[in-house]
């Protein structure tokens, strides 16, 4: 596929991104962008005069509510928390890094319109499974807005710091990329 002129989405595919390399980039953009989340939480919600652990009890709380419907008893809100939220993190940033490797369109982007399509991604899928929360756990209608503004927020740094990595990420798999930038530097500096 050839570079086209005056056309902004014409830049080649990056035709190394293997699904597994993907999923691979996209995990490791779950994780950093988990960790964003984080520490966001843990310097706000003291802020704010809310225990850190806060949201954790909370989504510790729907696991448990969800797995009793199954049958399953769990206990250990808090610990069942941390788990949920560090595993789902790295499993929906594998879902995405799945999704860009087959979709050509979403790798020929800017990294503005790349960190939007992360943002759209992260606020979509993570509102989907928000939603399970006010309903488990019967929240009232004051809380469950909290619990969704506070969602969209950090779920919006998630996205960011995905978005980030894996569009860098990606373009280390660029053939030629890392020849490129050698050459804007040496250019700047020789």
């Not at 984080?38 to 225990?51: E, K, M, Q, R, Y």
């Not at 499993?91 to 990294?111: E, F, H, K, M």
Request: proline share 4%; charged share 10%; aromatic share 10%.
């Amino acid at each position: 596929m050839e570079k086209l002129q005056g056309n902004s989405m014409a830049s080649v595919p990056i035709t190394s991104l293997t699904p597994l390399r993907g999923m691979g980039w996209g995990s490791l953009a779950g994780l950093a962008g988990t960790m964003a989340m984080d520490l966001a939480l843990l310097a706000s919600l003291p802020a704010l005069g809310v225990p850190a652990d806060s949201c954790y009890l909370t989504i510790g709380s729907t696991v448990r509510h969800f797995f009793a419907l199954l049958g399953i008893r769990l206990a250990g809100d808090v610990t069942l928390g941390v788990a949920a939220y560090h595993i789902i993190g790295p499993l929906l940033g594998a879902l995405y890094g799945l999704v860009v490797s087959q979709v050509g369109a979403l790798q020929r982007t800017t990294l503005k319109k790349f960190i939007i399509y992360a943002v759209l991604y992260a606020e979509m899928l993570s509102q989907l499974i928000l939603t399970m929360t006010p309903v488990l756990l019967k929240m009232p209608a004051q809380e469950t807005i909290i619990w969704f503004a506070g969602s969209f927020v950090v779920h919006m740094i998630w996205g960011i710091v995905m978005g980030l990595v894996t569009y860098y990420g990606w373009q280390l798999q660029t053939p030629g990329y890392r020849n490129k930038q050698t050459e804007k530097v040496e250019g700047y500096y020789g």
